[in-house]
């Protein structure tokens, strides 16, 4: 997965705190007040100064019944926009049904075409045997890991108010057929100005991998509202072939307001 993907990606995976893996058979139910069907989160990527591209996740309105457990159907895009198409053009979509109480995934798809670059991924999970069949390779991983998708909408069900700044958190994820430790650090509450008006946010940076995309571990910056909600509203990445940002531009379908100051 290339640069664009990378950064959207982490933008979705942002502010997850610890998990505690319990025994698979006693299959856990997760109080879910952040998210609802039908919810449509749409961003707007700046490479630089140019306007590069879109990114959309949204909870489609419907209920897929998958081993007789319902499911909420995510869907996110990447697209690269206007002159950008020239130079890398970007068309990424990513999928996955969610277990509605457990909140960790059953399945979950990836088609990437980038800059010429194409891959498809399809991963089923069975969370019960901790076992995932990808692309029909089998590996074992650990209870209630979490895929790209997943890992977002499993840590918006948590509650931040009497989080800390300074705390490091950390969830068990499969991503390219590995399982990864993703760490996040909870730096500060912040006031964000931004094109929807000044909205209170809680910064996290997500512990990256320098050297192959980005210069430092800490280079990438993501602002989550401080609701209900904890939509994130701002990622900002500082990589080896310039700067990349992710703005909010426009949400439906929320289960709260956004913590706009008024």
Not at 19 to 42: C, Q, S, V, Y
């Amino acid at each position: 997965m290339k640069v664009f993907g990378i950064i959207v990606a982490a933008m979705l995976l942002s502010a997850v705190p610890a998990t505690k893996h319990t025994p698979a058979t006693a299959m856990r139910t997760i109080d879910n007040k952040a998210f609802k069907r039908g919810e449509k989160l749409n961003y707007r990527i700046h490479y630089g100064i140019i306007d590069a591209g879109t990114a959309t996740i949204s909870v489609e309105n419907e209920n897929k019944v998958v081993d007789g457990r319902n499911t909420y159907h995510i869907i996110g895009t990447g697209n690269s926009t206007g002159a950008f198409n020239f130079f890398f053009k970007v068309r990424d979509k990513y999928e996955s049904f969610i277990d509605e109480k457990a909140i960790c995934p059953v399945v979950f798809s990836r088609h990437v075409d980038e800059g010429g670059f194409k891959f498809t991924q399809d991963e089923v999970y069975d969370q019960e045997y901790h076992k995932v069949n990808s692309n029909g390779k089998e590996y074992t991983i650990p209870a209630y890991v979490q895929d790209m998708l997943s890992a977002f909408y499993y840590a918006r069900t948590f509650d931040y108010t009497k989080e800390k700044p300074g705390k490091i958190d950390s969830v068990m994820t499969f991503v390219d057929n590995e399982v990864w430790p993703l760490r996040i650090k909870f730096i500060k509450r912040d006031t964000l100005d931004c094109d929807l008006g000044k909205i209170r946010c809680m910064v996290f940076e997500p512990m990256v991998q320098k050297g192959r995309i980005f210069k430092h571990d800490d280079d990438l910056q993501v602002w989550i509202s401080d609701d209900a909600s904890h939509v994130p509203i701002r990622a900002q990445a500082n990589v080896l072939v310039g700067s990349i940002k992710l703005d909010l531009e426009s949400y439906s379908g929320l289960v709260s307001d956004l913590a706009i100051v008024k």
